[in-house]
């Protein structure tokens, strides 16, 4: 939580945190600013003390609103700089950190933050890097680094962002499911009343639009996977393909906040009118790894060991898993679960290395998303909710929705 | 234009790219993906080769959508890495890559490009060239990369994308129109049928609704800013504000495909029902130097010269500007045009110093977007178009919409 960051810095012997990018869709600025509309800035802050948001002058009034420290970028004469620099943008940004880090006595470690463009803050930060020597810019690693692991645990006003996107996401889930059910079958696959064929694509313009209306942005796409598709886990579907009965289709949902805030992560899998029982077998299989695990997880033990029992389980089942054979593209072939905020994927980790040390929290948000897929034969399941490990131990999925594999047709 | 990269390459003595991140949202793998569902990957261009994208198993479908040579990371064993790397994620990222380039012969200059979170990548690029001696890895300008400038201009496919995206934007801009004019005015401000007052943050919600209705995302926002928030270029309205008549209202909007692709930006002021006559002053101010300065648009010629036309143009007129006032935030306060493309602000830039060597090309695409603000007055007027310099020498605005400030109101 926010609250840890000062700890977390000392751990890392870190002496200052630069974030740099917009306010919104970048997790580590957006952590500190909420959703404003600041396009480009950074945001300074030193071991023990309040940070600071520097900003364009244009920006000022968006800057002030974020209730933080604010300084006006302007007071530092870009153009003169740029001179200074002899025309070389790269110099010149180097020069204004430089400026800033002198008048607020920033020395030591500093932690660099923020999803920007990289190649010219590559060369940047070096620079900077080599011409203040009493200055080491340190990248840490994606799952170590100071604001990831604050960000690890959420505070309730997280959670409640979290939640709200969740009734969102659900919403939309069932705007959806009522679309599909309204059609009628013809050939084996979903027509209108003109009898025009369904396509993917136009389930997923309206998911735009629903979640739109509700509220949420999509930045991430969503998937609604049928057949093949639905065995490759990331694969999103096809926008031309029409949707039958009797297949199993994967669709995830994952919105966030209008502006780039908090995300929800979500997935149902369902066959329309019925299922076979090659379907319904693997989906039993998931569901029960899914209820197994989730009765077996409590806050304060290691990630990794979820992972590993899901495996099991399943492997008990007769499926293989990347415990035991890594490279395969059939059955369980990904993890349980990863934390979600302002990033979609962010800690906990799930992966069942042994060097993962991420534990499970009071104040984690996590998925949990068990799955099997076998491609050749058309087959997909993923049942994900997300999930809240209260203060007070207990698990609370944030967002409940029914997890019934059939959705009845009045046709089939 | 993509055709001019190797050529650039060239120039910039670069014998490889190594772009990073995911194919949506990230304007430089955009660039050779298109809007595919690859979440996180690598691509890799030598010098007179063809690119190659680098993509997790579970999305090699969506990879192979992009018609690009692909490779399945999958193939690299990264859990056998990471152990090698003693859990250390940024060294086994560093080897990943290090392997990458050894099999695919990369040798020399290596410019990095990419949105991503900047701390992990800046260590693992640091590592990477101190591990590696042939390699050097180079974070360019980023008003000069090479993927930058071959960016700045455009062929007709992209010119395609974003007339498209300005179709909507226009479109969206007559409901707003119309969705305004539909109100009727009570104690000065707009109120629906029922006698309830209309709020910015109404509108913006529609105007985020009707977007993705049409097709198009919101990634940035759009400004509705009245009165005041008019008056400071980049202030976004606040959602609580009525809406009065008689007030400027500066309306910029700048969507883009769905799922991050192609931009468009367009601003329009307008005055509900009626303009006072400063309001009506400063607007042919605008207006006036809009039309002078686009009638002397031609391409070959330094941008730079256009904002300096602007400013001088509006300091005639009586105007601050940040020609002779740099720091002023009254009169003309920013910079005539940027590049519109895969991000919203691309090159070429038209800032007025004299380092800006940037030129308006055949197949530059680049807003024109003069204003006036004067906070203290409550007034702010900003008159934009998205403008394709096209291959025969000609300007063409790619979303015509007529420039009126004042929005008749029935009962005004």
Chains 1, 2 share one sequence.
């Not at 499911?177 to 309206?206: C, I, M, P, W, Y």
């Not at 393909?241 to 949902?253: A, C, N, Q, T, W």
């Not at 399943?314 to 890594?326: A, S």
């Not at 999930?387 to 594999?405: I, M, Q, S, T």
Request: with cysteine; glycine share 10%; aromatic share 8%.
């Amino acid at each position: 939580m926010k609250t840890d960051i000062d700890q977390l810095m000392e751990e890392a012997n870190l002496d200052a945190l630069l974030v740099t990018g917009p306010a919104g869709n970048n997790p580590y600025m957006t952590y500190f600013t909420g959703l404003v509309h600041v396009t480009h800035a950074y945001l300074l802050k030193k071991r023990g003390d309040e940070p600071v948001l520097f900003h364009s002058s244009m920006e000022r009034d968006e800057a002030a609103a974020t209730g933080l420290g604010t300084k006006d970028l302007s007071d530092y004469d870009m153009i003169k700089i740029l001179k200074e620099a002899g025309g070389d943008q790269i110099r010149a940004r180097a020069m204004l950190l430089q400026r800033i880090f002198k008048e607020f006595g920033v020395r030591g470690r500093v932690g660099v933050y923020g999803k920007v463009e990289v190649g010219s803050l590559y060369a940047t930060l070096n620079h900077l890097d080599d011409a203040i020597a009493e200055i080491e810019i340190v990248g840490e690693a994606p799952d170590r680094s100071v604001l990831t692991r604050a960000r690890t645990t959420k505070d309730d006003d997280e959670v409640g962002h979290i939640q709200e996107v969740g009734k969102i996401a659900t919403a939309v889930v069932a705007d959806v499911a009522g679309f599909l059910t309204s059609h009628q079958v013809k050939d084996g696959v979903l027509v209108n009343r003109e009898g025009g064929a369904l396509t993917v694509g136009e389930v997923k313009r309206r998911i735009n639009l629903w979640l739109a209306m509700r509220g949420a942005d999509n930045p991430e796409g969503s998937i609604f996977a049928i057949g093949h598709d639905a065995g490759v886990p990331h694969s999103a579907g096809k926008d031309d393909d029409l949707i039958p009965v009797g297949k199993p289709i994967v669709f995830d949902i994952y919105p966030c906040e209008a502006g780039g805030g908090y995300f929800h992560d979500f997935t149902r899998t369902w066959c329309l009118g019925y299922a076979p029982d090659e379907v319904q077998e693997v989906y039993e299989d998931v569901l029960d790894v899914y209820e197994t695990v989730y009765s077996a997880m409590k806050p304060d033990t290691p990630c990794r060991d979820y992972q590993v029992m899901a495996c099991k389980l399943f492997e008990k089942k007769g499926h293989h898993t990347v415990l035991n054979t890594p490279q395969t593209k059939e059955g369980y072939v990904h993890s349980l679960a990863h934390g979600v905020g302002l990033a979609i994927h962010e800690g906990p980790t799930f992966s069942h290395v042994e060097s993962n040390e991420d534990r499970l929290l009071p104040g984690s948000v996590i998925t949990h998303e068990p799955g099997l897929y076998y491609p050749e034969r058309e087959i997909g399941v993923r049942i994900e909710d997300t999930v809240w490990v209260r203060p007070d131990g207990n698990l609370e999925v944030l967002a409940e929705y029914p997890k019934d594999l059939v959705l009845k047709m009045k046709d089939v």
